[in-house]
């Protein structure tokens, strides 16, 4: 059973900045496409960053330009940098395996916990 630990969510003003990170074990980590999905409350959890094995990264439209997700080889981590956070960033922020596009229908892992991110003044 794949167990992933998200990490470093909190609450943050607009504007303002946080960094996200997944822990991947890893015979999963080298492997798997990764991403990071996000479920605001009433809504659908979407893809909104993602990574492949080589490194090549792509965005939804929504986060285009403020977040850049990133992974660490040595450590088996997958991070989430998030700048200029608006209300609408409002989520619990999962990592999990990406092997299709932004936009296409995934498979998933076991979800982890997720980590709380609220942007409020």
């Known amino acids: 059973q794949v167990q992933l630990v998200e990490s470093g969510g909190g609450l943050v003003q607009p504007g303002g900045s946080l960094i996200l990170s997944c822990a991947v074990p890893?015979?999963?980590?080298?492997?798997?496409?990764m991403g990071w999905y996000r479920q605001a409350p009433g809504k659908e959890r979407t893809l909104v960053a993602r990574?492949?094995?080589?490194?090549?990264?792509n965005y939804s439209d929504s986060v285009k330009g403020r977040f850049t997700i990133s992974r660490n080889d040595a450590k088996n981590t997958v991070y989430l940098q998030m700048n200029s956070l608006k209300p609408e960033d409002t989520a619990v922020y999962y990592c999990?395996?990406?092997?299709?596009?932004?936009?296409?229908?995934?498979?998933?892992?076991?979800w982890g916990q997720g980590t709380q991110v609220t942007v409020s003044s």
């Open positions: 999990n395996r990406a092997s299709r596009p932004i936009g296409e229908v995934q498979s998933y892992f076991i």
């Open positions: 890893g015979s999963i980590f080298r492997g798997y496409n």
């Open positions: 990574i492949t094995i080589d490194g090549s990264t």
